[in-house]
C-alpha cells in the first residue's frame, strides 16, 4: 500500500462505539451506523488504530471469541488490554465481558466467562473508572427481573418498558471486577449516592471517581458526583460557578490534568445537540467554558481519549438527534483540543512538521528518535493538508 492510500484510510462513520488510547495509538471498536433508516453494526472482527503523531488509520482483523457486533459497550484499557463490558445487540442488552491484548498486534479476542462472584445485570450506556489494577463500572440502562430488583433507589423502572417480570430501567449501582483475580464484586456505597441514570459520563483523577450528567428518567442533568475509589464514599460535588454547562447526556468526560476534567459536546434537555467544551476544576469547584474551533460541530455518543499532553481527541459520533428517526448525521473526523498549553518539544515538532519543505535537508542532522517523531509530524500536517484542500473543493 503506497503512502496516499495509507492516509486515505480511515476508520466509517459511527455512534456509540468504543475508543481507549494506548502507547500513541487510539482503538476504536464497534458502534454502528444508520443506513436506509436502520441502524447497523459495525463487525466485531475489525479494530481501527489511530496514530496520535502521524494522524494515520490502519484497519486490523480480529480473531478469537469475538463478542458479538454492537454498541454502547463499556470500554477501557487496563495494562495493555481493551475491555469492553455490557453493550446493547441484535438480540438486546448484555452482560458479557470480554478483553484482548491491544500489543500482540495478533487482537485476539477472550471471553471473559470464569469469574467468581455476582456479574452485573445485562445494560449498556454505562461507563467506569480505572484504579488500582481494577475496572469499576457505574449506571447504565438495562433490564432485570423482578427479582433482581432488590432496591428501588439503585434501579428506576422506565414505566413504558416491562414485559411481564422483566423490568428495563436505569441504575445507580457500583460493580467491581478484577482481572488478576477475576472476581466480581459490588461494595457497599454510603454517602449521597447519585440517582440512577444512563449515558453519562466518567472520568478518574487519583482516587477519585467522576461522574457527570447522564440521562435521569425524563431529564438530562449536569450534576457531578464522586466517589472515593478506597473508602466507597460518595459525594455531591456543589460547583461554585456563575455559568454551567447545560444539562446533557452522551457526552463525555476526560481528565487533562490533574485537577481539570474536560467535558464535550452530548444532547441537551431539549434534544439539541452540543458542541460546547467546559473545563471543571475539582479543586476550586469552578466550571469554566472554553472557547474552540470545534464550536460549530456538535457530537453526541463520540468518544474522546486523553492524546499527548493535554490533548483530547475526539472521534465518530453523531451531528444530530439520535432519538430522531431520520438520524444521518454521524461523522468519522477527529477533533483535537489542546486544552494546556504545548510543551516546548511539540511546539517545535509541529513548526518542522509545518515547514518540511523547508527544513528538510536539515531532518538528517537529527538523532534517529527525534527524527522518527519529526516524520510523524510531517505526515500529520500533509494528512490535514490534503483534508483541507477536500474539503474547500467539496
Not at 492516509?7 to 462505539?17: D, I, M, Q
Not at 453493550?87 to 487482537?107: A, H, K
Not at 478484577?178 to 449515558?199: F, H, I, M, N, Y
Not at 473545563?279 to 468518544?303: A, D, G, I, V
Request: hydrophobic fraction near 35%; include cysteine; charge should be negative.
Amino acid at each position: 500500500m503506497s503512502r496516499s492510500q495509507i492516509a486515505e484510510a480511515v476508520a466509517g462513520e459511527r455512534s456509540g462505539h468504543t475508543a481507549v488510547a494506548d502507547a500513541g495509538y487510539v482503538y476504536v471498536w464497534g458502534g454502528y451506523v444508520s443506513i436506509a433508516e436502520h441502524g447497523v453494526f459495525y463487525p466485531s472482527d475489525e479494530i481501527w488504530l489511530y496514530d496520535v503523531d502521524s494522524g494515520i488509520w490502519q484497519a486490523h482483523p480480529m480473531e478469537g471469541d469475538a463478542p458479538p457486533p454492537m454498541s454502547g459497550t463499556c470500554g477501557c484499557s487496563l495494562n495493555g488490554e481493551m475491555y469492553i463490558f455490557g453493550g446493547y445487540n441484535d438480540n438486546g442488552y448484555t452482560n458479557q465481558l470480554y478483553c484482548v491484548n491491544l500489543r500482540s498486534e495478533e487482537y485476539t479476542w477472550k471471553k471473559v466467562s470464569y469469574a467468581e462472584g455476582c456479574q452485573p445485570t445485562p445494560r449498556d450506556k454505562n461507563s467506569c473508572w480505572v484504579y488500582n489494577d481494577r475496572i469499576i463500572y457505574f449506571g447504565g440502562y438495562g433490564c432485570k427481573r423482578f427479582s433482581e430488583i432488590s432496591d428501588s433507589t439503585s434501579f428506576t423502572v422506565d414505566e413504558v418498558s416491562w414485559v411481564g417480570e422483566i423490568f428495563w430501567g436505569w441504575n445507580n449501582e457500583v460493580h467491581v471486577f478484577d482481572p488478576q483475580k477475576l472476581t466480581w464484586s459490588e461494595p457497599s456505597t454510603r454517602g449521597v449516592v447519585p440517582a440512577p441514570r444512563a449515558a453519562h459520563a466518567c472520568a478518574t483523577l487519583h482516587n477519585k471517581g467522576y461522574v457527570c450528567g447522564g440521562r435521569v428518567v425524563n431529564t438530562r442533568t449536569s450534576d457531578i458526583h464522586c466517589l472515593d475509589l478506597d473508602t466507597w464514599t460518595w459525594s455531591e460535588i456543589i460547583h461554585t460557578s456563575a455559568q454551567v454547562p447545560a444539562g446533557r447526556s452522551w457526552h463525555t468526560l476526560t481528565p487533562v490534568a490533574d485537577s481539570v476534567l474536560f467535558l464535550f459536546g452530548g444532547l441537551s434537555a431539549n434534544c439539541e445537540p452540543l458542541s460546547d467544551s467546559w473545563t471543571f476544576n475539582t479543586h476550586s469547584r469552578e466550571w469554566r467554558e472554553m472557547k474552540h474551533l470545534q464550536k460549530n460541530t456538535p457530537r453526541l455518543w463520540h468518544t474522546a481519549c486523553q492524546g499527548k499532553g493535554s490533548e483530547v481527541i475526539v472521534f465518530g459520533g453523531s451531528q444530530d438527534d439520535l432519538l430522531s428517526v431520520d438520524t444521518q448525521g454521524h461523522c468519522n473526523d477527529i477533533l483535537v483540543f489542546q486544552t494546556q498549553p504545548c510543551s516546548l518539544v511539540r511546539l517545535c515538532e509541529d513548526c518542522i512538521g509545518k515547514n518540511s519543505r523547508v527544513l528538510n535537508e536539515q531532518l538528517s542532522w537529527l538523532p534517529l528518535k527525534l527524527r522518527q517523531a519529526i516524520q510523524k509530524r510531517i505526515l500529520f500536517f500533509e494528512i490535514a493538508e490534503k483534508s483541507t484542500r477536500k474539503d474547500n473543493s467539496a
